[in-house]
């Protein structure tokens, strides 16, 4: 493709291609069912450096997004940021700072052109097919008999930690079906770490806490919903069982605030998905004040096509480096009919980037 001489024209170029995906299963959440989700994909090109593409997504969840606006008026802003960009050619964080997922979309996007186009974003030995990282198996929410067969399709495709999404059936029957997981595999040949997704109240949230405690689980994410964070912090300084915070962490995007949270609540774990907390520069902040607390964390994906998925986990191999120890949540990418292709494959219970 001729280029265009780079003083007649803006310098950067950013196509915004809405994209809407369908899921190959209706994904049962505690927001609801989703069967498609929509993205918007950001293609960035520099008229300095031809014929080389970044592309980055956004993709807000409605109704859990801090950015999750109607859908014209998320356009019209990200419409807005784009053109901001394109201007300056430089991101403007702090008015993007309230926005995650457009942030992650133009940091991506950014990333992939300084990366002469390359998926490998941040030069790791994941990015280069050199190394795989440890995840999670995930299975939904269903029946006891539909999320046990799940959890054995899991265990038998090489998975060694699986997370169950619990708050569908009743809590007596979910903690019959961990006591049967446990009778079946030890703590040694699984690893099982549940979400709870908001689903206890404060009251009954300790009870519940100490009956999951005796089948030796890794973790529990958000055992209540967010902003109780008095009631919250109370639980974590007096589980038998790991907390995790995942919801409670949406919305709070600044330094100040994130300080205030961590230090309130002192969580074990948060777990960082980028396209809600923070994009790629909000989520390493995030990780560096919980490390500096002694507060773990990892990285999950939030439904996105393999574009953001890729970003994801190429942030996951910068940030941890080669001393990644925990499973991190970085879904399979086999959740969409029409997903774009990536070279990412799942093999045993790692994620590789296949080399070409
Ligand atoms: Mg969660």
């Not at 918007?40 to 859990?64: K, M, N, S, V, W």
């Not at 702090?94 to 979309?105: H, I, K, R, T």
């Not at 809600?276 to 994906?301: D, M, P, Y």
Request: hydrophobic share 40%.
């Amino acid at each position: 493709m001729p280029c265009l001489h780079f003083l007649d024209m803006k310098r950067y170029k950013i196509e915004i291609e809405p994209k809407t995906l369908h899921f190959i299963n209706p994904a049962g959440t505690s927001r609801g069912v989703y069967r498609t989700r929509q993205s918007y994909f950001l293609r960035l090109t520099d008229a300095q450096r031809c014929g080389i593409e970044g592309i980055g997504e956004c993709a807000p969840l409605l109704d859990l997004s801090c950015d999750a606006l109607p859908q014209v008026e998320y356009e019209e802003r990200l419409r807005h940021f784009c053109n901001e960009f394109e201007q300056k050619g430089m991101i403007d964080y702090v008015a993007m700072q309230d926005y995650p997922s457009m942030l992650f979309g133009l940091e991506t996007a950014l990333a992939q052109l300084d990366a002469q186009g390359s998926v490998d974003l941040f030069d790791t030995s994941f990015g280069k097919g050199n190394e795989g990282i440890t995840i999670n198996g995930l299975v939904w929410m269903g029946t006891f008999d539909e999320m046990f067969a799940r959890l054995e399709e899991k265990m038998k495709a090489g998975f060694r930690c699986v997370k169950l999404k619990i708050g569908a059936i009743d809590f007596e029957r979910e903690l019959d079906l961990i006591r049967h997981i446990r009778t079946t595999f030890s703590k040694e040949q699984i690893e099982l770490r549940v979400d709870a997704n908001g689903g206890f109240t404060a009251a009954e949230a300790m009870c519940r806490l100490e009956a999951l405690a005796k089948y030796d689980l890794h973790s529990i994410e958000q055992p209540i919903r967010q902003y109780q964070w008095e009631a919250m912090a109370r639980l974590c300084a007096n589980t038998p069982l790991p907390i995790a915070l995942d919801e409670e962490l949406i919305g709070v995007n600044h330094r100040e605030r994130k300080i205030e949270l961590l230090e309130t609540i002192c969580p074990q774990y948060i777990i960082l998905k980028p396209s809600l907390h923070g994009g790629i520069v909000g989520t390493q902040e995030w990780i560096s004040l919980a490390q500096e607390r002694g507060i773990g964390s990892w990285i999950t994906s939030a439904l996105e096509s393999n574009i953001g998925l890729n970003a994801i986990a190429q942030l996951t191999a910068k940030v941890y480096g080669n001393d990644i120890q925990m499973a991190q949540g970085l879904g399979t990418g086999l959740l969409f009919s029409d997903n774009v292709p990536m070279p990412l494959e799942i093999r045993g219970d790692k994620l590789w980037i296949v080399k070409q």
